[in-house]
């Protein structure tokens, strides 16, 4: 599924990556941990193909390599194939909870009346049936963050990746989002790729990658 070779990426002098090896597997919870400014911010956008890695690395998805297809045909992959969530929800406040999930369907071509059924159904099995016509203002962090994985579902994604996404949520709502990724990989086989300070989610992860100084200290697949 997604395959990351030989990933370097320097800001100006500034060396992030030193060479990242990654294989993400299908149908399972990867948590990236490890100290703030690693680096895993910077993997997880070249991984999702919101940034470019340095030359010479590359990005595969489906054993296709992506990071060297135009910006064109890169948009349009990118919203079919791969989810995101964010530490804020990253709504658009002018629009309902609705109007937001079913946003990457519509962006990618869908009709209107098709989506908005779709996202309604989304926020229905995340517990926000009754919340579609709201404004995010109207809402929680918590309920915004789970309609956030719902935008992030809603066109199918192979892959979602999320970078701290209960980062700036109290710990009640964060242990909801939590259940929810893995109810999501159990019910619907999701591939989700967490970046998060939580250790008891990395506790709970199929897969542990730690990384520390831009590169990737270890890669521990736990049992169940
Ligand atoms: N656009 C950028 N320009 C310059 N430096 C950056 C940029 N993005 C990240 N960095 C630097 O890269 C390092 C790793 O950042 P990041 O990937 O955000 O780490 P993490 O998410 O692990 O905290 C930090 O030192 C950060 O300052
Ligand atoms: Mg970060």
New binding site residues.
């Given amino acids: 599924m997604l395959k990351a070779r030989d990933i370097h990426?320097t800001?100006?002098k500034?060396h992030?990556?030193k060479g990242i090896d990654l294989e993400i597997q299908p149908g399972r919870i990867t948590a990236i941990v490890?100290?703030?400014?690693?680096?895993?911010?910077?993997?997880?956008?070249i991984l999702g193909t919101l940034a470019a890695p340095d030359k010479g690395g590359a990005v595969y998805f489906n054993n296709v390599e992506v990071s060297c297809m135009p910006d064109k045909r890169l948009s349009a992959f990118r919203n079919k194939n791969i989810g995101f969530v964010f530490q804020f929800h990253q709504l658009l406040p002018e629009f309902t909870l609705q109007e937001n999930v079913a946003m990457p369907a519509l962006l990618g071509g869908m009709q209107r009346k098709e989506a908005m059924k779709k996202a309604a159904d989304l926020l229905g099995k995340l517990g926000l049936e009754d919340r579609g016509t709201h404004y995010p203002s109207q809402l929680s962090g918590g309920e915004c963050q789970r309609a956030a994985v719902a935008r992030a579902l809603i066109n199918n994604p192979g892959i979602i990746l999320a970078?701290?996404p209960s980062g700036s949520l109290d710990s009640e709502n964060r242990e909801e989002l939590h259940k929810l990724f893995f109810t999501l990989r159990d019910t619907m086989g999701a591939t989700f790729v967490i970046?998060t300070h939580d250790e008891s989610l990395a506790e709970k992860a199929d897969i542990v990658v730690r990384?520390a100084d831009?590169k990737i200290r270890s890669v521990t697949t736990q049992k169940p």
């Fill in positions: 990426k800001f100006g500034v992030v990556l490890g100290p703030s400014g690693a680096g895993k911010t910077t993997l997880l956008q970078d701290e970046v990384m831009g």
